[in-house]
């Protein structure tokens, strides 16, 4: 497949790596010609020096063959010149990085035809979302939702208290858990493992658990018994990221506050959100965190745009009483070190935006993506076409590439874990976890072979 991205920064050099492993053909535009030269040294794509929005330059891409065109440069206006001009000169899809609330919600309204967009993405956005389910998923500190939300996919590390700890997983039956869950991946020592049943669950593991909606209040209180939603909130950084976790807590947290340095974003803000209490001041001082009340929060979370920031004041709001933080980062290299340093959860707006946008490059039979932030694991949601070969026999029956599982199965508003004896059907929404390099042979299984 011919794909264009333009913009050389988090999400295009992600988008490019990614593509360019699955043997696509990539064009990658950056008007930077230094980060041109950097990132055309590491990745295997074609790199064009140049703007995006000079016709001649889409033209220097082949821009009338692209079956797919990535606007995900920092400027929402290129993004959606880029777009426009894609679709004049005949590209099949087009998706653009808009950062913008308002523009998204403009464009929403009048529809995404106008500038000749088929989806847009904003990295902000779904930052925002993971941390709102984090808090809403007290322990846990990865969380991914398929299925229109039917179906749940929860990260958690594994404790010596915890009930997880020293069991197999073959013990969770149904039987004695009415309320299904399935553990579809451990990572232990930095590597991913697909458990088999006699697979022991230890301390200092971190288990990926897949579980219907309907059973996420039980297991959450069987893994923790003790757990409870948060009453307080201290959000540090007036972002886009922290004015839309505000906005989605507001009314729900009995006590939330937010901390923001700069004094006029401060009151700009404070006149939009009328529930939640605005601190002018930085988070990495001691007594503006005292202010707060940090000794009797529940949650810190970190979103300003300054990753050493954001870092220094969880560690510091955990050292004062914080019961648990969060953190956004653009540095990937910190997932290293939060364990240490004693962090709960890491958000990259950038690694979620990459995993968005990957299934719609990946062509027939899978509709989402999720690439695991421990192990080079990903989560794929499938819908199998008819005869294919995953719909032809139970799957006990069914060869499957090493280092991967089927988790769950959603159909007619059912949510079914996988077992030996489930047939699936076409048309289904299918849940299934491998380690990346093998997607490719789990896509064969979805599709009819003419497809392919």
Known sequence: MKVIIVGAGRVGTGLAKSLAQENNEVYLIEKNAQVARKKGE?????????????????KKAQVQEAELVLAVSTSDETNLVVCSLAGLFGAKRRIARVRNASLSKSLAEFGYDQFKINEIINPELFAAQAIQKIVETPGANEVFDFADGKIL?????????????????????????????????????ESALIPKGGTTIEEGD???????????????????????????????????????????????????????????????????LEDVRIINGSASDQDILTECGIE?????????????????????????GAKSTIITTQQQDYMAIIDALDIDAIINPYFLAVEQILHLARGKGISAVTKLLKGETEALEFIPEEN???????????????????????????????????????????????????????????????HI
């Open 42 to 58: 590491k990745l295997d794509v074609k790199m064009i020096v140049g703007n995006a929005i000079d016709p001649d330059i889409l």
């Open 153 to 189: 996919l929860r990260g958690f590390d594994i404790f010596a208290s915890s009930p997880l700890c020293g069991a197999k997983v073959e013990d969770f039956s149904d039987e004695d858990f009415p309320w299904p869950f399935l553990i579809v991946s451990v990572v232990r020592n």
């Open 206 to 272: 971190h288990i990926y658990v897949l579980l219907p909606a309907s059973s996420l209040g039980e297991f959450l209180i069987f893994v923790n018994p003790d757990v409870k939603l948060p009453k307080k909130i201290v959000i540090y950084g007036a972002t886009i990221t922290g004015t839309h976790v505000a906005i989605a807590l507001s009314g729900k947290i009995k006590d939330l506050l937010l901390i923001e340095e700069n004094s006029e974003v401060a009151q700009e803000v404070a006149g939009r």
């Open 296 to 320: 009797a929060t529940d949650v810190f979370i970190a979103t300003s745009n300054n990753d050493h920031s954001n870092l220094i004041s969880a560690v510091l709001a955990k050292k004062m």
């Open 388 to 450: 294919s070969p995953i719909t032809k026999n139970p799957l006990k029956k069914i060869k499957f590439p090493k280092n991967s599982i089927i988790g769950a199965i959603y159909s007619n508003d059912e949510v079914v874990l996988a077992s030996g004896d489930v047939q699936i059907k076409a048309g289904e929404r299918v849940i299934v976890f491998c380690h990346e390099a093998v997607v490719k042979k789990l896509q064969a299984l979805f599709i009819r072979k003419n």
